[in-house]
């Protein structure tokens, strides 16, 4: 146990060493963007925030339910990077106004939209007879029409954008966060799979529907990652100082960081994923890809 918790701790401080010594990027220069579920300090959508800001994008839009850490994004981002403006909405990412008036709102204010990253979810943990009719919608609402509110609005928005491309030409990429567990069953409730699972069919039908229009739709399918969602697995095994087992079954034995999935939306958002259209990419170390085997 001892000597696997080392090697990934030693591999994950290596990742993050690197990522902090990036020279700064302008993948994203110039682009206007939303992202929601931003608002844990450990979670994903934090990371990609500040990895767009890296990447010199113009606007942008960061969304969360809860409020208490949107004050710290936003002086973070603005700290470092002075020439990114943030905007910060404390919003339900399942609510229809809310995800319309932003949208509405970066077209007003900067003429267009580019990047809509549909990242909030959360998580459940009861078994499947103590899920309730009103715990199902509820994971279907959060994690299901949040994505769809995005498809929605954000390329209603992207469409009036880019008139040098043609108004028809439209162009932009929506990136919704989705899961393993919306690929193989087994991990996560019965409900949270399920709503991973329709955001992994929305990201292929809606890329379909939008690819006249130069929009490109992709998921994200993430591993295990240690975020906010995860704090309480992380504990428990560590309390039971089997910290160093977490992961181990991964092929690249290891659980994963919010900056592995970051990078990947960062991507995804610019213009070097240019032919990446209605894929469900799986960040999971190769954990969808593998059998198991006993180390
Ligand atoms: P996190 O809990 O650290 O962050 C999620 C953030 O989303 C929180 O700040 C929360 O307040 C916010 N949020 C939740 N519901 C919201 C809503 N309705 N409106 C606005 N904000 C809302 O967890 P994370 O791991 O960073 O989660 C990001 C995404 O990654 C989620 O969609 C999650 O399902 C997905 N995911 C995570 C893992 C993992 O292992 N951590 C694995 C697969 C998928």
Redesign the pocket.
């Known amino acids: 146990e001892g000597d696997f918790a080392k090697r990934t701790a030693a591999r994950l401080e290596q990742i993050q060493t690197q990522l902090k010594a990036k020279p700064r990027g302008y993948r994203l220069k110039g682009k206007v963007g939303i992202i929601?579920?931003?608002?844990?300090m450990?979670?994903?959508?934090?990371a990609a925030a500040l990895q767009f800001a890296h990447e010199g994008a113009a606007h942008l839009y960061l969304?969360?339910?809860?409020p208490t850490?949107l004050p710290n994004l936003k002086s973070t981002i603005e700290g470092k990077y002075p020439d990114v403006k943030v905007t910060t909405l404390a919003?339900?990412?399942?609510?229809d106004a809310a995800i319309s008036g932003v949208c509405k709102q970066a077209l007003q204010e900067e003429g267009r939209l580019d990047v809509f990253f549909a990242?909030?979810?959360?998580?459940t943990q009861q078994p499947l007879h103590d899920t309730s009719a009103e715990t199902f919608m509820n994971t279907m609402r959060?994690?299901g029409l949040?994505c769809f509110l995005a498809l929605k609005y954000g390329s209603e928005a992207m469409l009036k954008t880019n008139p040098s491309r043609g108004k028809e030409l439209g162009g932009g990429s929506i990136i919704m966060?989705?899961?393993?567990?919306g690929i193989r069953s087994g991990a996560g409730t019965v409900d949270?799979s399920a709503s991973?699972s329709a955001v992994n069919n929305m990201a292929q039908t809606a890329a379909n529907q939008l690819s006249k229009t130069d929009i490109r739709v992709n998921s994200i399918?993430?591993?295990?990652?240690?975020?906010?969602?995860?704090t309480g697995v992380f504990q428990y095994a560590r309390s039971k100082g089997a910290g160093g087992k977490i992961g181990q079954l991964n092929p690249l034995g290891r659980?994963?960081i919010?900056d592995e999935?970051a990078n990947v939306a960062t991507f995804l958002a610019s213009d070097d994923a240019s032919y990446v259209n209605g894929q469900n990419i799986a960040v999971d170390g190769g954990l969808t890809s593998s059998v198991p085997v006993v180390p």
């Open positions: 929601t579920g931003v608002g844990s450990v979670g994903i959508g934090r969304i969360d339910f809860d850490n919003a339900d990412a399942a609510d990242n909030a979810g959360i998580a959060i994690n949040s966060t989705a899961s393993v567990a949270y991973k399918c993430p591993g295990l990652i240690e975020t906010g969602m995860t659980y994963g919010a999935i």
